[in-house]
């Protein structure tokens, strides 16, 4: 009989740190703390991924680190990007999907994949605010909305209001005025998630958007700005079930077939000592 | 959706003249004329660009001139151009480079997509060139790469790139020691343009009228400049928000006897108003410049802005690309095209002997203190358009050397000895900044703020003036 | 590595890395260094001249300052950083500057430089747009007024000996560069894209003689070297301006890329073209300048009269390259505010297509600062390539 193999993947983002463990499907999923300090304790989430396994890290085959803070991870053997690794999670959660569009809390990226998750090709956006998550998060701080609610209220709006600004700053300066010239919240930010959904279509279509499109990340939550991005892209926009954990479950997938091809050709395997320490951050 | 980005609409701008006010009509209409001719196919439409001294041998072959500026900055003013840069943006291109460039290729590859023109296109649309005349001088880079980018969505539409340089200001040396292998040079671009234009329009040129069409454009300058000579009455009876209208017809209109009648009428129309007393603001107390930059084409509303603040704008920079031809002691010739290589040439250093003369001074500096002693200047105003290098580099500069060479004004300081003194300050200015057509780089509450401070500053000194 | 290497790239960073040191002890011994930017410049006629040919350079880690107060934040970024430690004065040892007509941010700020500086030798070469016959010869004229300008700095005539001996000698550093990219064609590749580049760059700070012996030295090194580099991985062919700091190169190497050649201006574009020799010195380098030096700036007319072929006559050099080095992907890597490549983003795509020929397309500032978000874009391209 032959020890049962498991594989974690751990994906580090801006806000948020997530770690997924298979075996023949998922067995432990885990989103981590927000906020920038938390960070660097990436190996809690692991750690109460393993509890919830009931695994001990010593028994993971494989562990891949992806996301950005992918780079130094003491406990993980090897590193790819997020952007391979949505391609790899995506694909198996939807075969057909061709188009994935990823909206983090800092940046967005457009990625296409061929039918068995290959990246064809990517883009992302540079590090400014206005084009990702972070955009809607300052504009409902602003408003006095919690960001839970921001998308549902928007859609409560039959008369969008135009945001002539795409500047965060400026974005947020428009809104206030707006506000107190009584335009409607809902309005307010309905137009404010078009606008965002504006600028990632813009992004978007420099790659050939094709069927199906699939949306991750923390912006996928959001159904104003979903519907948003589905009018503008003029394409159905499909939302997995769990979108923050798309790169992890890609991560351990990437993993899974490191080991398998590894075994096929009879080549070692390298893997680093499983240390669960914190994270360094460049 | 198109619909939709359309920004609103703002408050119509008023314009001090008849002249200006009659403009927008004017421009319309030749966006109409272009799609009209390339309809009856009777005559050539070519792109092309402004300030070439190129328009005497299009129109002596009776080529149809496409300005794609023009259209460009059209659809900046309806604030419709979003649609044009985001699609050209789409492609690869950065919102960085040339907005009126990434416009017009939006444009081009939508409507090459389309086979017909974009939905709603600003004035019935840019037509579908039969070739695009382009030129890369010493001016402009996206000049010679914007066709060529658009020819990607057209391959069959031929280009025809004339090189027109012009000797650098360099101050230890005299620009006459390079003159003639410029001249030779331009010459042979035109004589090139010629061929082509004759090829494609298997039309042999008519030397004579292109003569005489030469000659109806040096008229045309000289009057131009006694036309704008006249703006320097105080109060100043036309400013630099109708001037921009002003503009059609020096860059898009030259050699037609249109333009020619165009600055009879405007001549006649302001020599009455000062007559009248009549100044484009009411109580002027300000007399400002324009000394540098494109305007933003979607805000021209804030020259009334200025007005409302007692801010007139007797003189600018931009766009007047005239200058008196009979100070240019240009070499005497028969020949048309050797007359339109002096003539470039001659425009271009015109400042560059009376830069040298004074100490600091360059062509540029030597121009804003030439207009601001001539039409008694109170401060200068620029505009930095981010998307542009061709206008908008070295602005900060200019100013800085004005600052450095140049104080008017006398006030009373406080010298070492705690005595009051009379000492010069120089020039305030202003900067402001946005974008060409790009709406999305402008501010309006920014923009108005800083002009607020800077009216402010000119009261300040006002006061403050050492008699 | 041999210690007989380790000494070599000691003295390659060195000059690297205090960039002008070779500069600053000649200055001592009453040498004149003529600084120059961009690809466009006739180095031979200042090495005729008597002069020293010096690339001026910018820093990727040094945050722009001075420079803002006399120069919009507009113009490209990579000449921004240029101006801005040549106003601080980091270049004070040069006696001149020669600025050519390499595109609207040079033309439009020559004035801030030759007024904002200290040299007592400043000139402004007009590059024509276009390349038809009459600019050719118009390129003659104006070259002749360069080699005027710089007779009446140094007193002394420049004969066609004197070009002559330029021209052979700056053809024997580009013979020399050449075989240096030679070493590139094995798999891993004996020399790496950053050592490359940092030997080109030092080269470029250095009198031709001296910096043909340091390339001889480096050749003979590399060559010298027991293994070739450790690591297999995707062969990266660069595309862009001038990349005169290693940050980008070294990250697709740490990433597990190899860079073995490109198309940038302190690269291939600089040093790969020779100039012909047996006729008269000034066509030579007229024909070499604005014929062979393939910049977007210039305008090469569409003799194809498709957009395919258009794309094959203005890039051919890049297909070239890339096959005779065997590039698995490529890299275009445009600085913001960049008209002359900006424009030609879309066509360059195509063209890579069309060699079928993966690209990454990068828009960037040229700041260290940037190096982590390139970072997960260069790992994500190597990963879908390798």
Known sequence: MTLPDYFAGIDIGSTMTKAVILDKGVIASIIGPTGPEQRRLANRVMEEALKQAALSIQEINFIVATGYGRINVPFADKQFTEITCHGRGIVQLFPEARTIIDIGGQDVKGIKIDASGKIVDFVMNDKCAAGSGRFIEVIADTLGVSLDTVGDLSLQSSHPATISNICTIYAQQEVAASLAEGVPLSDLLAGVHQSLADRICRMVNRLRVEDSVIVTGGGAKNRGLINALSEQLGHKVLVPEDPLLTGALGAALMGKEIIEKARKSNAPIETKERILEEVEIL | ?467 | MGDKQSTISDIVKNYYNNYGLRAKELKGEGKQFIGYVCSLVPLEIITASGCIPFRVRGSVYEPITRGDTLLETIVCPYYRSVFDLSVKGKYDFLSGMVIPHGCDSMVRSFSAWSYGLPFSYFHFVNIPSVCDESSFEFFDSELGAFKKSLEKFTGKAITEEHLRQAIRVHNENRDKVRALYELRKTDPPLISGTELTMTLTAGSSLPIEESNDLFDQVLTGVKGRKNSLPQKGPRIFIDGACLDNIELIKLVEELGGNVVADTICNGARDHLPKTDVGGDSIEALSRRYLGKVNCPKTYRANKAGTFEGDIANRFGDIGTYAREFKADGAILYVYKYCDPFGFEVPARKAYYHSLNLPLLHLEDIYSAGTMGQLRTRVQAFLEMIG
């Not at chain 2, 939006?106 to 023109?117: K, T, V």
């Not at chain 2, 030259?254 to 405007?266: C, G, I, P, R, S």
């Not at chain 2, 339109?340 to 600091?360: E, M, Q």
Request: hydrophobic share 35%; aromatic share 12%; proline share 5%.
């Open chain 2, 1 to 467: 959706m198109a619909e939709e980005q359309k920004e609103a609409k703002p408050k119509k701008r008023t314009t001090a003249t008849k002249a200006a006010a009659s403009i927008g009509p004017l421009v319309k209409e030749f966006i109409t004329g272009t799609l009209q001719a390339k309809a009856e196919g009777k005559q050539k439409v070519a792109y092309t660009f402004i300030v070439c001294h190129h328009e005497e041998i299009f129109r002596a072959l009776d080529v149809v001139p496409v300005w794609t500026e023009n259209f460009a900055g059209i659809c900046g003013a309806k604030r419709d151009a979003e649609r044009f840069l985001q699609r050209a943006e789409s492609l690869g291109l950065s919102r960085s480079l040339c907005t009126y460039a990434l416009c017009g290729i939006g444009f081009d590859q939508w409507r090459e997509e389309l086979g017909q023109m974009p939905p709603d296109a600003p004035w019935g649309g840019q037509v579908r060139p039969d070739f695009m005349i382009s030129s890369g001088q010493i001016l402009c880079d996206p000049r010679s790469k914007w066709y060529q980018a658009s020819q990607q969505f057209m391959p069959d539409v031929p280009i025809y790139n004339i090189d027109l340089p012009y000797p650098l200001y360099q101050v230890n040396r005299d620009h006459r020691e390079v003159l003639g292998y410029y001249h030779q040079y331009i010459v042979k671009q035109l004589r090139g343009l010629v061929a082509f234009l004759e090829e494609q329009t298997k039309k042999k040129m008519d030397y004579d009228r292109l003569r005489e069409l030469v000659g109806l454009s040096d008229r045309t300058w000289n009057l131009i400049e006694e036309t704008y000579d006249l703006r320097k009455a105080v109060p100043c009876p036309m400013g630099t928000g109708d001037a921009m209208n002003t503009m059609v017809p020096i860059n898009f209109m030259m050699a037609t006897q249109k333009a020619y009648d165009f600055f009879v009428d405007l001549k006649k129309e302001l020599e009455e108003k000062i007559a009248r007393g009549e100044g484009e603001v009411e109580n002027e107390k300000y007399r400002l410049m324009w000394g540098g930059g494109l305007p933003a084409w979607y805000a021209l509303n804030d020259f009334n802005y200025f007005n409302s603040k007692g801010a007139s704008f007797p003189a600018e920079t931009t766009y007047r690309m005239v200058a008196p031809l009979h100070e240019m002691d240009l070499p005497e010739t028969k020949d048309p095209i050797e007359h339109l290589a002096w003539r470039w040439l001659g425009y271009w250093t015109f400042w560059y002997d009376r830069a040298r003369k004074r100490p600091g001074s360059e062509p540029d500096v030597e121009r804003l203190i030439n207009r601001i002693e001539e039409y008694k200047i109170d401060g200068v105003v620029m505009h930095e358009a981010f998307s542009c290098r061709t206008w908008h580099v070295g602005l900060i500069w200019q100013l800085h050397q004005l600052s450095k060479i140049y104080k008017p004004i006398p006030v009373y300081v406080i010298g070492k000895d705690g005595k009051k003194e009379k000492g010069y300050r120089e020039l305030p200015s202003l900067v402001l900044e946005s974008d060409i057509i790009d709406i999305t780089s402008y501010s309006e509450v920014d923009t108005r703020n800083k002009i607020d401070a800077f009216v402010e500053t000119l009261e300040s000194i006002r006061t403050s003036r050492a008699a």
